[in-house]
């Protein structure tokens, strides 16, 4: 009996440094859209404490979410589909207008200033298993993105 309660704790205890892998997820936010519009970019700031990768997500807002990068191609800014974004152990990974985003494809309704936008992401932590990272974002109008 006291073996295998031995066991189960030092089973937990193993077990725990590989639950610390996460991502920080900080400014996230959302273009307010125009009535009828069908997509919106999302924008936010990732850390992870561990070499992760971003795989996609789901929003309850729009029937599809997909990752994003806005590139230069023969001097036309193009937007390109991801298969996934590398966040790399301590650096930030900025999304922001311009760069990598996230966008919400095939809209359900209007996304008006100070909404909050609910979405999940899904991450692959460095052991190879997939997380779920539930996030809030603020809806803000358009003209209310500011770059650095
Ligand atoms: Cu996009």
Redesign the pocket.
Known sequence: MQRTLLTLLLGLTLAAPAVADSVKVENAWVRATAPGQQ?A?GFMNLTADADMTLLGGVSPVSKAF?L?IMKMENGVME?RQMKEIALPKGKTVSLEPGGL?V?FIGLRGQIKPGQKVPMTLIVKAADGKEQKLVVAAEARKAGGGHHH
């Open positions: 997509v970019g997909e994003h937007m985003h966008m």
